[in-house]
């Protein structure tokens, strides 16, 4: 198969032919129609995130079965699926009782192994990891659910308990943040957008943001404070400064739930705590979605309440994935890449 391979962290990444992956007995083998190019990827490309080299990454992919292991009961060739980026093992009590994201045996396609920029991607335990795409729903759009868009829904719904006429502050206005503005929006929420890059805010504001607000131009938590504090807050981002400033902007009882990745001596930001006691904040995490819980998400999407392909900003080929990804060492780049691998069945 043709892959997006990298020898060496770091090194620009080039497109080869590699050996085909083996099938799992009980996962599939996905033939990749279209797959994402998430920061997530970034991380792993330049060593935060410690990937074996040789290396193939990428991790939000949709595409058609290709194989079926022989312990697969519930997929057969040809089916329209996606798969979340953190795949359970099916065997342990979290993936019993549908909590596959936190899976003490999780694999990662695209960081435990080879993932899916390239035409084939594996799948394990796939009775319980895979995910039928509605008819309705093109493969780029679906490519776009797989990290962003599925993490941003989780954060919102199962961590953050966001309820209509709630008041939420997304911090950062990449592909998360503007994914967690659209389904906000979508669930009734009122929301502030915070984002130091301009053309970021502007799409903020296009994606149903009521007020949107510089970080460098004014104090943050104390304007939204002044607003009456928000019910919940997500740093989409991810730093120390943004974190904190994120926890300090909540109302009493408020939660705050961290979805951009906090790594090496990023990773234990100093959180007001005095705060979170004195007035019980809740101070959550959001790591993908199980594929239990996707059948909400693809209801809203069908509904015509959310659209993912609207995230899309730039659609290229495996090639210009690797050109996306080297990009993202430098500011301005906003919404999500998709390369579509198979233009004809990717609209």
């Known amino acids: 198969m043709r892959a997006l391979v990298y020898d060496e962290l770091g090194a620009p990444p080039a497109v080869r032919d ?5 099938c799992p007995s009980a996962g599939v083998i996905i033939r990749v129609a279209a797959t994402g190019v998430c920061r997530s990827d970034w ?3 330049q060593g935060h995130d410690p990937v074996r080299l040789p290396h193939v990454g990428g991790h939000e992919f949709a595409g058609v079965v290709a194989a079926v292991g022989d312990r697969v009961r519930r997929w057969t060739v040809g089916d329209r699926v996606t798969a979340p980026f953190v795949n359970g093992c099916g065997r342990c009590a979290y993936c019993a009782a549908g909590q596959a994201q936190v899976c003490p045996e999780q694999t990662q396609p695209g960081f435990t192994g080879w993932g899916s920029f390239a035409e084939l991607v594996p799948v394990v335990a796939a009775d319980l990891n895979l995910v039928r795409l509605p008819d309705a729903l093109g493969f780029a759009a679906a490519a776009a659910l797989g990290c962003r868009f599925a993490t941003a829904y989780h954060a919102l719904t199962a961590q953050g308990g966001l309820a209509a006429g709630q008041l939420v502050a997304v911090f950062g206005c990449g592909g998360a943040g503007l994914s967690a503005i659209m389904i906000a929006r979508a669930l009734g929420a009122r929301v502030i957008a915070v984002d130091p890059a301009a053309a970021a805010r502007e799409l903020a504001a296009g994606f149903g943001a009521e007020t949107i607000m510089d970080p460098a131009a004014l104090d943050v938590p104390k304007s939204i404070m002044e607003l009456g504090g928000a019910d919940l807050t997500l740093d989409c981002a991810g730093s120390p400064a943004v974190a904190v400033a994120a926890v300090s902007s909540l109302r009493r009882r408020g939660r705050h739930v961290q979805v951009g990745l906090l ?3 990023q990773a234990t930001p100093p959180l007001p705590m005095d705060r979170v006691i004195a007035w019980e904040l809740a101070v959550l995490g959001s790591h993908g979605m199980p594929a239990a819980d996707y ?5 809203l999407i069908t509904s015509g309440a ?6 899309i900003m730039n659609r290229t080929d495996l090639a210009g994935a ?3 990804l080297q990009a993202m ?3 301005g780049s906003q919404g999500i890449t998709v390369a579509v691998l198979s233009p004809s069945t990717a609209p």
Request: proline share 18%; hydrophobic share 35%; charged share 30%.
């Open 18 to 22: 590699v050996p085909d992956p083996d």
């Open 43 to 45: 991380h792993a490309w």
């Open 263 to 265: 790594l090496g001596d």
């Open 295 to 299: 059948p909400a998400m693809l209801e």
């Open 306 to 311: 959310v659209d993912p392909g609207k995230l």
């Open 322 to 324: 690797g050109d996306a």
């Open 329 to 331: 060492d430098r500011p």
